[in-house]
């Protein structure tokens, strides 16, 4: 059995990302701005007839957006087939959500900024249930993944060469032990609940934290075998003394790898299904403000926006050391 | 379970808690052996601050409402658990009936006002 081509894994990954972003964007995308139902735009609580006037023209402007996105990424996958050059795949798809995600963002804050200045002041309901991390998180399973890394890390010490590429493990380091932070400031984190259908609202909040919490896992999970096929890889090199990848080994690592990231997405998608059609009608988070609490920007609390930039920033630090490396 | 907070009421927010969840305890909503949620956490989840909430937290402990166990948090004691005087029981009570009487009402009519804020209060703690 030969080793899987750089060629072959990029046609897969293309295979697998199309029919998934497709799927995003007519069952998720397209429709975004009306899944709290008519009364609201994009999470924005708007008047009556909103959608009869001014809101033709905000959807046709979200539309516009999303479509533009969506050409833009389409374009560059052709251009990608048409001249073969498959090595600019993971640009495609890293370079795609670089843009889709800040333009959605950035759409977002300009549609509170220009719709949703004033949010209502509401009565707050408070839930007197405990929250504790271990009914959330699993520890034995997140102890096992930082032993898997810990392990994948110890391999790459002993075996790996002077030449060796740090920055790859420490990336995939990064992204997965990054993620439990995260998770614990997921748990911890809630938008207020209003008075009126507040049962509803806790459970679609609880139902959310818990969605998140298992995406992100699998997400967790993804770069975690990744490192560890990376390690063993390595180390089996190093005692064969061979220049390649035991072939076997990529196979069932990549095989993996993607059977993760395939579970990743099904959680994902079937969370956000359930998630929307429990939200078509309740009262979205940030459109409201309560005595105490002023309006948060799609429901994230500080915490949560403190941690997303460290994360982030930590995968973009990554990515651009590289490049300016290379450059100055 | 849940509190409901108001924007205009008068009575700070530790007040607000703090009559909140001995309403809930009354209608038996909140039992013996119930643990509330964390201080961090419900300073989180209305927006107000740690001190606010150890505040309510706090008189509810004086007041026997609950006993804070360490790794437990705060749970709620046994309704028996309080020693409150007759006279101290009954003073808000004869607060609010001269209250009553004053602003014209009938016995009759203040019988019935009690008898709906009993039955509203049980109602509130799940128990009818």
């Known amino acids: ?328 | 379970m849940f509190l409901t907070l108001h924007e205009n009421d008068k009575r700070p927010i530790y007040q607000q808690i703090t009559d909140g969840i001995k309403a809930l305890i009354a209608g038996g909503g909140l039992r013996e052996g119930m643990t509330l949620p964390s201080v961090r956490q419900v300073a989180g989840d209305l927006g107000v601050n740690l001190n606010t909430v150890a505040v309510a937290y706090r008189q509810l402990q004086d007041e026997g409402f609950v006993t804070v166990r360490h790794g437990a948090g705060a749970v709620i004691s046994s309704r028996s658990a309080r020693p409150v005087e007759q006279a101290e029981l009954y003073k808000p009570l004869r607060t609010a009936l001269t209250q009553l009487v004053l602003s014209g009402l009938t016995d009759r009519e203040i019988v019935g006002a009690v008898r709906e804020e009993l039955a509203l209060l049980q109602m509130k703690g799940g128990t009818r």
């Open chain 1, 1 to 328: 059995m030969s080793a899987p081509s750089v060629v072959g894994v990029f046609i897969f990954t293309i295979c697998l990302l199309v029919p998934v972003l497709t799927y995003a964007l007519v069952k998720y995308f397209w429709n975004k701005p009306l899944q709290n139902g008519p009364g609201y735009f994009l999470g924005v609580e708007v008047p009556a007839g909103f959608y009869e006037g001014p809101g033709r023209g905000w959807m046709a402007g979200y539309h516009a957006t999303v479509a533009s996105l969506y050409t833009v990424w389409a374009v560059a996958l052709g251009a990608i087939v048409i001249t073969r050059r498959w090595e600019m795949t993971p640009m495609w798809a890293g370079g795609f959500a670089l843009l889709f995600v800040p333009t959605m963002l950035g759409f977002q804050a300009w549609t509170r900024h220009k719709l949703g200045v004033t949010p209502p002041v509401r009565p707050v309901a408070l839930a007197l249930e405990s929250r504790r991390l271990g009914d959330y998180i699993s520890w034995p399973l997140e102890a096992l993944m930082v032993a898997v890394v810990g392990f994948s890390w110890w391999l790459l010490l002993r075996h790996a060469g002077a030449h060796f590429d740090w920055l790859t493990p420490l990336q995939l380091t990064w992204v997965a032990l990054g993620l439990i932070p995260g998770k614990i400031v997921v748990v911890r984190s809630s938008s207020p609940l209003p008075t009126e259908r507040t049962e509803e609202h806790y459970r679609y909040q609880d139902a959310e934290r818990r969605n998140w919490l298992r995406a992100w896992g699998a997400f967790g999970w993804f770069f975690v075998v990744i490192l560890l096929g990376l390690a063993l890889g390595m180390a089996l090199m190093r005692a064969r003394s061979a220049s390649r990848m035991v072939p076997g080994l990529e196979w069932l690592i990549l095989g993996i790898a993607f059977a993760v990231w395939g579970y990743q997405v099904l959680v994902y998608y079937r969370g956000s299904r359930q998630l929307a059609s429990m939200a078509r009608d309740l009262r979205p988070a940030g459109s409201w403000r309560t005595p105490f609490r002023r309006a948060s920007w799609m429901g994230m609390s500080r915490p949560y926006l403190i941690w997303g930039t460290i994360w982030c920033g930590g995968i973009f630090a990554f990515i651009l050391y590289p490049l300016c490396k290379a450059r100055f």
